[in-house]
T-cell receptor, first 113, second 114 residues
Framework: DAKTTQPPSMDCAEGRAANLPCNHS???????VYWYRQIHSQGPQYIIH???NNETNEMASLIITEDRKSSTLILPHATLRDTAVYYC??????????????FGTGTRLQVTL | DAGVIQSPRHEVTEMGQEVTLRCKPI?????LFWYRQTMMRGLELLIY????????DSGMPEDRFSAKMPNASFSTLKIQPSEPRDSAVYFC????????????FGPGTRLTVL
């Protein structure tokens, strides 16, 4: 699986959009970009994933560049409960079976009042 | 849906003792994953099963660690004998057997080996 690079930490004011970048310059054509987050003392939580197109769900938006070498996770209106470590993961799509996630060090997002 | 269930939530034991961690995946999920998280090494995959069969156990640190999945609704991770360096939070996750399906994590078991 391709490696990812994320800033170690970011701050965001409550109510503002949080934009978390991820670099995955060695991504292959069949690899998806996944985002998970881990709130303190809890298990990781799935946020969103995408292959080529931008994606949006109730939690966040995922913007993937045209060359797929980087992406940005957007939390449109961050709240204090969004304070967590955010992991960007590139994951190969295997044929027929689930594949493992390889977690890096992630970005520690601190949302402040 | 109850989510992934892990037990116990906390375990404190002495070095040399056997430790068994348990996981019940989400009903209908065919893949099960065991992860370990420490400050030094972060979150790392130990082993995962697909349809109760171990697919990749390359992350299992050594022979003291073993994992089983006797049926689709239960898995165990056993450490025998335990050592202080095994202290960590152990997470279990499950997913459906699809190419891009997401993994759902349990609350974790915090293991402390004295």
């Amino acid at each position: 699986d391709a490696k990812t690079t994320q800033p170690p930490s970011m701050d965001c004011a409550e109510g503002r959009a949080a934009n978390l970048p991820c670099n995955h310059s060695t991504i292959s054509g069949n690899e998806y970009v996944y985002w998970y987050r881990q709130i303190h003392s809890q298990g990781p939580q799935y946020i969103i994933h995408g292959l080529k197109n931008n994606e949006t769900n109730e939690m966040a938006s995922l913007i993937i560049t045209e060359d797929r070498k980087s992406s940005t996770l957007i939390l449109p209106h961050a709240t204090l409960r969004d304070t967590a470590v955010y992991y960007c993961i590139v994951r190969a799509s295997n044929t027929g079976t689930a594949s493992k996630l390889t977690f890096g060090t992630g970005t520690r997002l601190q949302v402040t009042l | 849906d109850a989510g992934v269930i892990q037990s116990p939530r906390h375990e404190v034991t002495e070095m040399g003792q056997e430790v068994t961690l348990r996981c019940k995946p989400i009903s209908g999920h065919n893949s099960l994953f065991w992860y370990r998280q420490t400050m030094m090494r972060g979150l790392e995959l130990l082993i995962y099963f697909n349809n109760n069969v171990p697919i990749d156990d390359s992350g299992m640190p050594e022979d003291r660690f073993s994992a089983k999945m006797p049926n689709a609704s239960f898995s165990t991770l056993k450490i025998q004998p335990s050592e202080p360096r095994d202290s960590a939070v152990y997470f279990c996750a499950s997913s459906r057997d699809k190419i891009t399906d997401t993994q759902y994590f349990g609350p974790g078991t915090r293991l402390t080996v004295l």
